[in-house]
């Protein structure tokens, strides 16, 4: 099975610092993938970020960026420059690599708040 | 905007009562997946369609079930409702059943039962 964890509930960070929100996942499977979701007070789930398990290279996406560590099965998203519109609740979420059944397993989330 | 729509965007009913949630993939999506958000269960994975055919099952009851119809829409039917069915229900489509491709989300529906 499949596990997600989010082990922090709640953060806040100041406008325009950096923020790191961890996240780590247990699974016996090679291959798969990673997610980052962000789903803002409008309760609409937005991708912010991916991870293919097979790349070494850690994703980034302006200013988000994750530290991949698989070894250590470790997932974090670092938010840079962080600004008002980044306040959410985010969820790590975890797709096997197969064909079929790719549904998301997701984290208990956590909830950013960004301080003017 | 994702492009999925799902409706209705709230939903109010009695204990034991039935609903039918729908949702509209984007266009030329073949996979529709539906994921149940709820305080006390969080975010998690019913059930998965592609292209009409039931793919994956995740902590679907009983009481509740899907189908994909031929243009691609999706139902969830939930029967026999009690209080913990409150939540949000999401529908997400992809484009295909590959793990490639993006989950794109609805806005969902709220559902809450009295």
């Known amino acids: 099975a499949q596990t997600v964890t989010q082990s922090q509930p709640e953060m806040s960070v100041q406008e325009a610092e950096t923020v790191t929100l961890s996240c780590t996942y247990d699974t016996s499977e090679s291959n798969y993938y990673l997610f980052w979701y962000k789903q803002p007070p409008s309760r609409q789930m937005i991708l912010v970020i991916r991870q293919e398990a097979y790349k070494q290279q850690n994703a980034t996406e302006n200013r988000f960026s994750v530290n991949f560590q698989k070894a250590a099965k470790s997932f974090s998203l670092k938010i840079s420059d962080s600004q008002l519109g980044d306040t959410a609740m985010y969820f790590c979420?975890?797709?096997?690599?197969?064909?079929?059944?790719?549904?998301?397993?997701f984290g208990t989330g956590t909830r950013l708040t960004v301080i003017p | 905007d994702s492009g999925v729509t799902q409706t209705p965007k709230h939903l109010i009913t009695a204990t034991g009562q039935r609903v039918t949630l729908r949702c509209s993939p984007r266009?030329?999506?073949?996979?529709v997946y539906w994921y149940q958000q709820s305080l006390d269960q969080g975010l998690q994975f019913l059930i998965q369609?592609?292209?009409?055919?039931?793919?994956a099952k995740g902590n679907i009851l009983e009481r509740f079930s899907a189908q994909q119809f031929p243009d691609l829409h999706s139902e969830l039917n939930l029967s026999s409702l009690e209080l913990g069915d409150s939540a949000l229900y999401f529908c997400a489509s992809s484009v295909t059943s590959g793990p490639n491709y993006e989950q794109y989300f609805g806005p969902g529906t709220r559902l809450t039962v009295t």
């Open positions: 369609y592609y292209n009409g055919e039931e793919r």
């Open positions: 979420a975890f797709m096997k690599h197969r064909t079929g059944a790719n549904n998301l397993f």
């Open positions: 266009s030329g999506d073949l996979s």
